[in-house]
């Protein structure tokens, strides 16, 4: 099955610099990689995905990099701001008989003024 | 559109009783999930169903099991509830599995005194 993990588990960041948190994923026919943005006593929500055909998408101040070869992802926050911090969760698909996701732990993304 | 329902969204639980959790969803979505989310670490799958009439175990089973009443809902009961299974219950729905966004609920959360 898969197995990814996620670094660091938490960052703290002056408001308008970056944030950047990285995935590893061990399975090599992995081909969907999400992000998840959980704030405060909220529900996960999907802040941008990319599959495997691509190599960076962007979405405004949000891009996820993904490096086939070394089999890692990473998420890009730009100009952060405080409604920035939340948890962020990446996932990969698991290639068993039905494909599906196996989360990260999760970043605690703290954005202080 | 409603999305993703849960109920409840409280519950305390003595060692050894029962309940159910209930889902719903509008989206017409075929996949539907049920996920444990305990600090640190991340979101684990307890069981998913792949489209109407078919259930099978994600990662962490042991202690539940699920009912896919129709296209729309998914259920999960705790036979004999645990403190272990203490947590905040997630039901979350796509519409193509392992490979499209997951629309996750507001979440249960649950204590097993």
């Known amino acids: 099955g898969e197995n990814v993990e996620q670094h660091p588990s938490t960052l703290s960041v002056q408001e308008g610099d970056s944030a950047v948190i990285k995935c590893t994923y061990s399975?090599?026919?992995?081909?969907?990689f999400p992000w998840y943005k959980q704030e405060l006593g909220k529900r996960p929500q999907l802040i941008i995905d990319?599959?495997?055909?691509?190599g960076e998408k962007k979405d405004q101040r949000i891009a996820v990099t993904l490096n086939k070869t070394a089999k890692h992802f990473s998420l890009h926050i730009t100009e952060t701001q405080p409604e920035d911090s939340a948890v962020y969760f990446c996932?990969?698909?698991?290639?068993?008989?039905?494909?599906?996701?196996?989360f990260g732990a999760g970043t605690q993304v703290v954005v202080t003024p | 559109n409603a999305g993703v329902t849960q109920t409840p969204k409280f519950q305390v639980l003595k060692t050894g009783q029962s309940m159910t959790l209930q889902c719903a969803q509008d989206?017409?979505?075929?996949?539907m999930y049920w996920y444990r989310q305990d600090p640190g670490m991340g979101l684990r799958l307890i069981y998913y169903?792949?489209?109407?009439?078919?259930?099978d175990k994600g990662e962490v089973p042991n202690g539940y099991n699920v009912s896919r009443l129709n296209k729309r809902e998914f259920s999960l009961r705790l036979e004999s509830a645990a403190p272990s299974q203490t947590s905040v219950y997630f039901c979350?729905?796509?519409?193509?599995?392992?490979?499209?966004?997951?629309?996750f609920g507001p979440g249960t959360r649950l204590t097993v005194l």
């Open positions: 979350a729905s796509s519409g193509r599995r392992g490979l499209d966004e997951q629309f």
């Open positions: 399975d090599s026919a992995s081909n969907y």
């Open positions: 990319i599959r495997s055909n691509v």
């Open positions: 996932a990969a698909p698991t290639t068993d008989s039905w494909g599906k996701l196996q």
């Open positions: 989206m017409n979505h075929n996949s």
């Open positions: 169903s792949a489209s109407e009439g078919t259930t």
